[in-house]
């Protein structure tokens, strides 16, 4: 799998999430290791989801998680907190608006 395909895969995951009960502005960046590795970001702003090829430098959450890892999470084989529980994604920066975007955001 391509690097655009991730991030086209990560984009259908969320195109329809709701995320209007998150109120403040949230910056993740997410680096894929492995098949297809590039960096991406997920925004959210004003109840808003953004999915953008691009590095995020004033980020407020920085993931690092191999590419297979993503298709997982994508296929909801298991969820981001479980992933980080686990190990198999790695997690650095402000653990209460990560937390934030895992109990608010609703993905259908």
Do not use: W
């Not at 502005?25 to 297809?36: M, P, Y």
């Not at 959450?61 to 790695?90: H, N």
């Amino acid at each position: 799998m391509t690097y655009m395909d991730l991030v086209d895969k990560v984009r259908g995951v969320f195109e329809n999430a709701d995320a209007r009960k998150v109120l403040e502005h949230v910056a993740i960046q997410v680096n894929i290791t492995g098949e297809g590795e590039g960096i991406f970001y997920v925004e959210i702003a004003e109840r808003h989801i953004c999915v953008e090829p691009y590095d995020y430098y004033d980020r407020d959450c920085l993931l690092i998680v191999p590419s297979s890892v993503v298709v997982d999470l994508c296929e909801k084989k298991y969820t981001l907190k479980s992933a980080i529980a686990k190990g198999l994604v790695q997690f650095y920066g402000d653990e209460r608006k990560m937390n934030l975007c895992l109990s608010k955001v609703k993905v259908r």
